[in-house]
């Protein structure tokens, strides 16, 4: 058995990739570094890798992480700057026993000192999204889902190693050096190849509080299905961060089992993600919550379409 799921339709191709490699019984963690970083080069992608959403100061921070659920072995970058595929960067990282989470100037210093690309991430479509919400946000709240977030995946491979990865670029206008919950195990991702893994997207500062991913993987373990295991992690966070703040901001969880078995649960409506596994083959669903519980639809050829064409179309500076 084999599978792989993401957060968002941005990963689509990324998966059309990986899927070859699992078919003919490559890695879970050569599928997730293929997935994600074929998200990571595709400019049109506004919120990881190239092209990536600046920070405040117009710089493009990018957060990355990988784990591998058989050895626990991790590795993740932060606050990254000017160099490509920080998910083979954090990759990387996880074959040490120590130092496995570089933020910054280190980070940048290991990228160099280890033979990565060097690149100007910032992409002339990314600072005229940057000028205009210079202009916006006179007005507007920042959003974690503006253009889209974290692209965050789980896969498992026929050995049954099951690996979680997650790359951004974050918050769109935060604060230099700002790090969300993407690059921090347990919360942006934990995998468990004796359970299964997970991943998350949405508002960084909130998922953290409930270690998301960590307690998805842990009621996998006890044998509730990663569906139930979503819902309930996702719905209980909400409750309790709107009795204890007066709002929760917004959660998103994929999660996938060591039997192929997957979950999805969000508290908002416009969220989408995609999965394959050996049993079904790579499809697109758009999902909604609906009392304690999500249905998930096929999204369909239009909505498919429809998707590319509004984050490809030409930008114009207000």
């Given at each position: 058995?084999?599978?792989?799921?993401?957060?968002?339709?941005?990963?689509?191709?990324?998966?059309?990739?990986?899927?070859?490699?699992?078919?003919?019984?490559?890695?879970?963690?050569?599928?997730?570094?293929?997935?994600?970083?074929?998200?990571?080069?595709?400019?049109?992608?506004?919120?990881?890798?190239?092209?990536?959403?600046?920070?405040?100061?117009?710089?493009?921070?990018?957060?990355?992480?990988?784990?591998?659920?058989?050895?626990?072995?991790?590795?993740?970058?932060?606050?990254?700057?000017?160099?490509?595929?920080?998910?083979?960067i954090a990759r990387s990282l996880s074959a040490f026993p120590v130092n496995?989470?570089?933020?910054?100037?280190?980070?940048?210093?290991?990228?160099?000192?280890?033979?990565?690309?060097?690149?100007?991430?910032?992409?002339?479509?990314?600072?005229?999204?940057?000028?205009?919400?210079?202009?916006?946000?006179?007005?507007?709240?920042?959003?974690?889902?503006?253009?889209?977030?974290?692209?965050?995946?789980?896969?498992?491979?026929?050995?049954?190693?099951?690996?979680?990865?997650?790359?951004?670029?974050?918050?769109?206008?935060?604060?230099?050096?700002?790090?969300?919950?993407?690059?921090?195990?347990?919360?942006?991702?934990?995998?468990?190849?004796?359970?299964?893994?997970?991943?998350?997207?949405?508002?960084?500062?909130?998922?953290?509080?409930?270690?998301?991913?960590?307690?998805?993987?842990?009621?996998?373990?006890?044998?509730?299905?990663?569906?139930?295991?979503?819902?309930?992690?996702?719905?209980?966070?909400?409750?309790?961060?709107?009795?204890?703040?007066?709002?929760?901001?917004?959660?998103?969880?994929?999660?996938?089992?060591?039997?192929?078995?997957?979950?999805?649960?969000?508290?908002?409506?416009?969220?989408?993600?995609?999965?394959?596994?050996?049993?079904?083959?790579?499809?697109?669903?758009?999902?909604?919550?609906?009392?304690?519980?999500?249905?998930?639809?096929?999204?369909?050829?239009?909505?498919?379409?429809?998707?590319?064409?509004?984050?490809?179309?030409?930008?114009?500076?207000?």
């Amino acid at each position: 058995m084999w599978g792989i799921i993401a957060t968002w339709r941005m990963a689509k191709e990324g998966i059309d990739d990986a899927v070859v490699n699992l078919q003919d019984g490559g890695s879970a963690g050569d599928a997730i570094e293929t997935a994600i970083k074929a998200v990571e080069d595709f400019p049109f992608y506004k919120s990881v890798g190239y092209g990536g959403l600046p920070n405040e100061e117009m710089e493009v921070e990018l957060d990355a992480a990988y784990m591998d659920g058989t050895s626990f072995d991790v590795g993740a970058v932060a606050a990254l700057k000017d160099f490509a595929n920080p998910i083979s960067i954090a990759r990387s990282l996880s074959a040490f026993p120590v130092n496995n989470l570089l933020v910054g100037a280190g980070a940048e210093a290991y990228a160099h000192k280890h033979g990565f690309e060097r690149k100007n991430m910032l992409t002339d479509r990314a600072k005229i999204h940057y000028k205009n919400r210079v202009k916006d946000l006179r007005d507007t709240e920042i959003s974690p889902y503006s253009g889209h977030d974290t692209v965050g995946m789980v896969s498992l491979d026929r050995a049954g190693h099951v690996v979680a990865g997650t790359s951004t670029s974050g918050l769109f206008m935060k604060k230099k050096g700002r790090v969300g919950d993407s690059p921090i195990i347990g919360s942006g991702l934990y995998a468990d190849s004796e359970a299964g893994g997970a991943s998350a997207t949405g508002l960084g500062e909130d998922l953290m509080k409930g270690v998301v991913s960590y307690e998805v993987v842990r009621l996998m373990k006890t044998g509730m299905s990663p569906q139930d295991a979503v819902n309930k992690v996702t719905f209980d966070l909400d409750r309790e961060l709107i009795k204890r703040r007066g709002k929760a901001g917004d959660i998103s969880i994929v999660a996938m089992n060591q039997n192929g078995e997957w979950g999805v649960a969000s508290n908002i409506d416009n969220f989408s993600f995609a999965v394959a596994t050996e049993a079904q083959p790579n499809t697109v669903y758009t999902t909604k919550r609906v009392g304690d519980t999500m249905v998930h639809e096929v999204a369909s050829e239009a909505w498919l379409e429809q998707y590319l064409t509004d984050r490809m179309k030409p930008l114009e500076e207000k």
